[in-house]
């Protein structure tokens, strides 16, 4: 067990690996509520506003597209949510390790009045979730010249 933290992050692993770079801590998780499994509750979605529309981006590894749900409720909130299922334990199974996050999570975004909610678009495509939010366009002034007589 090396008794340096890690440098790679705050992962933690078994105190008999003597592989580790962390340094046990015989407190971890006893005051705290959330399981380590939560980072895949906190999933992180990029939003990026572009001219012509508004477009979430969500790394989603190993979730099919009928995992995911994406919603819009109250006519202005963009609602994307799933859920990533633990793998089962079979009796002749010992497991080593289990570092994948597995879980739920649910992100919320209420969107300007420049969206256009009823053309929202969605793909997943290796495990990449896209959510297209059209933005209505933006009427031009109509510039009418005028004749000057004289």
Request: no cysteine; charged share 35%; net charge neutral.
């Amino acid at each position: 067990m090396s008794l340096i933290p890690s440098i790679f992050g705050s992962r933690r692993t078994n105190v008999f690996d003597p592989f580790s770079l962390d340094i046990w801590d015989p407190f971890d998780g006893l005051f705290t509520s959330v399981p380590e499994t939560s980072s895949f509750a906190n999933t992180r979605i990029d939003w990026k506003e572009t001219p012509e529309a508004h477009v979430f981006k969500a790394d989603l590894p190993g979730l099919k597209k009928e995992e995911v749900k994406v919603v819009v409720e109250d006519g202005r909130v963009l609602q994307i949510s799933g859920e990533r299922s633990k793998e089962q334990e079979e009796k002749n199974e010992k497991w080593h390790r289990v570092e994948r996050s597995s879980g739920k999570f649910l992100r919320r975004f209420r969107l300007p009045q420049n969206a256009k909610m009823d053309e929202v678009k969605a793909s997943m495509e290796n495990g990449v979730l896209t959510v297209t939010v059209p933005k209505v366009e933006e009427k031009k002034p109509e510039v009418k010249p005028i004749e000057i007589s004289g």
